[in-house]
């Protein structure tokens, strides 16, 4: 395989609680792009875990009256249940508290403090922090209201006075303005990225990155009561997972620096201006590109514990199955931007595109081979208008979502497949083969030939997005394993002719609303 490797993480998740459904969606759209690229014929690293040290975790420990280490374990374990059930394609699952984290943190620490420009320097930090955004925050970022200061996320802050170790990223201003000028592809979508320079712009403070109160975190080298900030350690996760501090282990080489970094829009400061600084303070190459996606609601309303609307990813899979939660997510929003959760859009949704759609043409062309080709692939006779047209508007299709995916428009790629399949659908109803039975069978077997390779090269790039049920289609039409990649689903009128085929068995059944 001489094709790119190709390096994609999650943000990994606070294990503070169970996952919810903005969780599942990063994974599901992250495990989009993971699967895409695979089919491309590349070499993928997926990975993905748990964010576990921080104040936010001793403070939800305690009030559970639990070990910290009880409460990381319980929900990590959640987390991974979760990836399972979405049937995520992750390489690896790291938990900040493992060994090789603590060894790859203490490891960046060193170089960083080494650095030429003596980048981290004990002071005394005074200011205001949010506990649950783990963040540091201007007063000038902050808003008052009834004589108490809120983060711009609405967190409370708390004053903090503390002696604590800093890193200059004070020093870091152009290099990031240069490293943003160099790559106009670093941060996506575009907007973000103009919020980030015009962040950087405005100028950098140091950055507090150690804590004396509490002892929840990774030690820092040499300096007795100092754990470091959490997200020093967090944002680290992403080479320890291939292999860091032994850059010269086959997956560092190989995988860093990391092609992308999906994360939500909430936290794109953290990824876009302290960690490449913290990377050229290390000496190590930066991430090539940040994508950050937006956050979903639920029936139009910010999901909240008060309200009552969380949603258990869980019941969502239990009750609609995973590829239908998985579809759902990645072609209802628009990658980037903020999406909605209702179940009535979700099974208007599913039924529409994947029972109506891809399964009604997969279903009533494979059962007509079946009756009248005897279970055979028909062996097409000389194509027409018609059949060309529709072949070249599968090309373009392939071509338009490999365009988008190139970029992570995962709502333009599924959306381009889906128009295709709609057109194919229109092709079958025109050809009216059925009718053709008995007028003309050599000009129904192209037709049906012609539809079941269709449905071969359209359920090709539907595995990235529903991969169980994309790989029950292509054993129904017999496309063998190898055969299963995007390369593949370029080539028209390759489906092998007087291959034999099992009965067919509908896929995508339709979905129903759960009663209230
Ligand atoms: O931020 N909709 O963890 P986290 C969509 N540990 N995405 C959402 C969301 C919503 N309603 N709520 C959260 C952290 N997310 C850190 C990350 S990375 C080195 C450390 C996204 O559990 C959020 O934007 O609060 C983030 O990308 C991910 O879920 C984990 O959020």
Same mark, same amino acid.
């Given at each position: 395989?001489? &094709?790119?490797?190709? +390096?994609?993480?999650?943000?990994?998740? +606070?294990?503070?609680?169970?996952?919810?459904?903005?969780?599942? +969606? /990063?994974?599901?759209?992250? #495990? =989009?792009?993971?699967?895409?690229?695979?089919?491309?014929?590349?070499?993928?690293?997926?990975?993905?875990?748990?964010? /576990?040290?921080?104040?936010?975790?001793?403070?939800?420990?305690?009030?559970?009256?639990?070990?910290?280490? !009880?409460?990381?374990?319980?929900?990590?374990? /959640?987390?991974?249940?979760? &990836?399972?059930?979405?049937?995520?394609?992750? @390489?690896?699952?790291?938990?900040?508290?493992?060994?090789? *984290? *603590?060894?790859?943190?203490?490891?960046?620490?060193?170089?960083?403090? &080494?650095?030429?420009?003596?980048?981290?320097?004990?002071?005394?930090? $005074?200011?205001? +922090?949010?506990?649950?955004?783990? =963040?540091?925050?201007?007063?000038?970022?902050?808003?008052?209201? #009834?004589?108490?200061?809120?983060?711009?996320?609405?967190?409370?802050? !708390?004053?903090?006075?503390?002696?604590?170790?800093?890193?200059?990223?004070?020093?870091?201003?152009? $290099?990031?303005? #240069?490293?943003?000028?160099?790559?106009? #592809?670093?941060?996506?979508? $575009?907007?973000?990225?103009?919020?980030?320079?015009?962040?950087? $712009?405005?100028?950098?403070? @140091?950055?507090?990155?150690?804590?004396?109160?509490?002892?929840?975190?990774?030690?820092?080298?040499?300096? /007795?009561? *100092?754990?470091?900030?959490?997200?020093? @350690?967090?944002?680290?996760?992403?080479?320890?997972?291939?292999?860091?501090?032994?850059e010269n282990s086959e997956l560092f080489k190989k995988f860093w620096p990391a092609d992308l970094h999906v994360i939500g829009k909430d936290i794109i400061r953290f990824h876009t201006v302290y960690w490449p600084a913290f990377l050229m303070s290390a000496g190590l190459d930066v991430q090539h590109r940040v994508f950050a996606h937006g956050f979903l609601t639920v029936d139009g309303q910010k999901m909240s514990k008060s309200l009552g609307n969380v949603i258990d990813p869980f019941e969502l899979i239990e009750t609609f199955g995973p590829d239908a939660v998985r579809y759902f997510f990645l072609r209802e929003v628009s990658f980037g931007n903020d999406g909605d959760y209702s179940n009535e859009k979700l099974v208007n949704r599913v039924n529409a595109d994947l029972a109506n759609n891809l399964g009604n043409l997969a279903q009533r062309s494979l059962s007509m081979i079946n009756k009248n080709c005897d279970a055979r692939v028909p062996e097409p006779g000389p194509l027409t208008d018609g059949d060309n047209a529709i072949i070249a508007e599968v090309t373009e299709a392939l071509t338009a979502a490999q365009k988008a995916m190139d970029q992570q428009l995962i709502h333009e790629a599924t959306g381009a497949i889906i128009a295709a399949l709609s057109s194919a659908n229109n092709y079958f109803a025109a050809q009216e083969p059925w009718a053709l039975k008995k007028t003309d069978p050599a000009r129904m077997a192209t037709v049906l030939y012609v539809t079941a390779d269709t449905v071969r090269r359209l359920a090709i790039p539907m595995q990235a997005f529903v991969p169980a049920s994309a790989a029950r289609l292509l054993d129904q039409i017999g496309v063998p394993d190898d055969q299963r990649t995007l390369e593949a689903a370029l080539g028209a009128n390759s489906l092998l002719a007087n291959s034999e085929l099992p009965a067919p068995q509908g896929v995508f059944a339709r979905v129903e609303k759960p009663a209230e």
């Open positions: 395989m001489t &094709a790119k490797p190709f +390096y994609v993480t999650t943000a990994i998740s +606070y294990p503070n609680g169970a996952p919810h459904i903005g969780h599942a +969606y /990063e994974m599901i759209a992250t #495990d =989009a792009i993971a699967r895409w690229k695979r089919l491309e014929g590349r070499e993928v690293y997926f990975l993905t875990g748990t964010d /576990e040290h921080g104040i936010k975790m001793v403070q939800t420990a305690a009030k559970e009256g639990i070990p910290v280490r !009880e409460l990381a374990d319980r929900n990590a374990g /959640e987390f991974r249940r979760l &990836a399972a059930a979405l049937n995520l394609s992750n @390489d690896d699952f790291i938990r900040t508290t493992e060994q090789r *984290h *603590h060894d790859a943190s203490q490891a960046i620490w060193k170089k960083m403090e &080494a650095s030429h420009n003596g980048d981290i320097f004990q002071s005394t930090y $005074k200011g205001w +922090y949010s506990v649950r955004d783990e =963040a540091y925050f201007d007063e000038a970022e902050l808003t008052e209201k #009834d004589g108490k200061r809120f983060a711009p996320s609405g967190a409370g802050v !708390e004053w903090v006075e503390e002696p604590t170790y800093f890193f200059r990223l004070s020093a870091y201003q152009q $290099k990031l303005l #240069d490293l943003y000028e160099a790559n106009p #592809d670093f941060i996506a979508p $575009k907007e973000r990225r103009n919020e980030i320079i015009s962040f950087v $712009k405005g100028g950098l403070q @140091d950055l507090s990155i150690s804590r004396t109160t509490f002892d929840w975190g990774i030690p820092v080298p040499g300096a /007795e009561g *100092h754990v470091m900030y959490v997200w020093v @350690d967090a944002l680290t996760n992403y080479i320890t997972g291939v292999g860091y501090p032994d």
